[in-house]
């Protein structure tokens, strides 16, 4: 499975953005999805995930209530809906792919990664 995420950018505080993460590969639907982020000078940390059949969803407590994780199959993509953005959340944003179907918080339990996507927040 190969990775490709994309829709960073800049906004102002309490702005919104939508980072899409389109894979390859014929069993995108088995896999467990993740997003991850890496703020400048500090460790990668979870932000969001959600199980192959999208019915299980987990959030970071930074990001609860403003964040939403969705996934299209047919597209072979997942989405990261950033709302109500703050400084804080300026980081390389990744997304990350698990063989066994559920997400996992721990960055080494996935399988395959796609390239960062830079989110800057202003205030």
């Known amino acids: 499975v190969q990775l490709q995420a994309s829709g960073g950018g800049s906004v102002q505080a309490g702005g919104s953005l939508r980072l899409s993460c389109a894979a390859s590969?014929?069993?995108?639907?088995?896999?467990?999805l993740g997003w991850f982020r890496q703020p400048p000078g500090k460790e990668v940390e979870f932000i969001a995930g959600v199980n192959w059949r999208g019915d299980l969803k987990h959030y970071a407590n930074s990001v609860k209530g403003r964040f939403t994780v969705s996934r299209d199959d047919a597209k072979n993509t997942v989405y990261l809906q950033m709302n109500n953005l703050k400084p804080e959340d300026t980081a390389d944003y990744y997304c990350?792919?698990?063989?066994?179907?559920?997400?996992?918080?721990?960055?080494?339990?996935?399988?395959?990664w796609g390239q960062g996507t830079l989110v800057t927040v202003s205030s």
């Open positions: 590969g014929r069993r995108f639907s088995a896999y467990g």
């Open positions: 990350a792919a698990r063989g066994n179907g559920y997400y996992s918080t721990n960055r080494g339990e996935y399988d395959y």
